[in-house]
């Protein structure tokens, strides 16, 4: 079946730093949706970012990511990490029908002044 | 603020008591996933309805676990039996449309269940 792997699953990064997210996908569908949920602590999850269009860089809130179908991958950059980018980020899967969203494990980002 | 309002934010319960946590989805959305979330860890899919019907669950969620939504704004998620694993925090999302594709989840702040 489908499945999204996240493999850092705390990442400790110093202000100002760049901040680099991986997120790589299994799925035998060839047009997939690919997302990002950031969860801020006492919030509810919501989307920072999709695509499902093959090596177009998406870019939100200072963050973006590239889908690259060759590589399966979709991985979360920043130029500049902030304090307030502290927070735990979902990587996340989806077909065009028939399935629910399949969610990595997530990551941790914590930023330290 | 969150569009979609679960309820209760905290929910405390003994081993073998039955739980139960209310989602009241954003308006206009007609697709209602259940997650679960242990630890900070993956988000767990558990359920999902389309237009108030059930169309896909987990084996966990047929054996022990009652879901239904019995309007278009208000569902539940119940546990039978509480055991010291469901003690998670439960996410409940809606979509525009359906689930898949590039409906983006909204979700709700969670129901924090705690099995003693």
């Known amino acids: ?113 | 603020d969150a569009a979609v309002t679960q309820k209760p934010r905290y929910l405390i319960k003994m081993k073998g008591q039955e739980a139960e946590m209310k989602c009241i989805p954003e308006k206009g959305h007609t697709a209602v996933f259940w997650y679960q979330q242990k630890q900070s860890k993956e988000l767990k899919f558990l359920i999902y309805f389309q237009n108030q019907q059930p169309l896909d669950q987990i084996d966990m969620v047929k054996e022990r676990f009652s879901a239904v939504c019995p309007s278009s704004s208000l569902c539940s998620l119940g546990i039978r039996t509480c055991e010291a694993e469901d003690s998670a925090l439960y996410l409940c999302s809606s979509s525009q449309k359906g689930q898949g594709g590039q409906n983006t989840l909204y979700f709700g702040a969670g129901t924090r269940l705690s099995v003693l």
């Open chain 1, 1 to 113: 079946g489908d499945s999204v792997t996240q493999t850092e699953g705390l990442v400790t990064l110093t202000e100002g730093l760049p901040v680099m997210l991986n997120c790589t996908y299994q799925t035998i569908y060839s047009n997939p949706f690919l997302f990002w949920y950031v969860h801020y602590l006492n919030e509810s999850p919501r989307l920072l970012l999709k695509s499902s269009t093959d090596n177009k860089r998406t870019e939100h809130q200072g963050f973006h990511a590239t889908l690259h179908k060759s590589s399966s991958s979709f991985h979360l950059q920043k130029s500049s990490a902030q304090l307030s980018d502290s927070a735990l980020y979902y990587c996340a899967l989806s077909r065009n029908s028939g399935t629910y969203q399949r969610f990595g494990t997530g990551t941790k980002l914590q930023v330290v002044p």
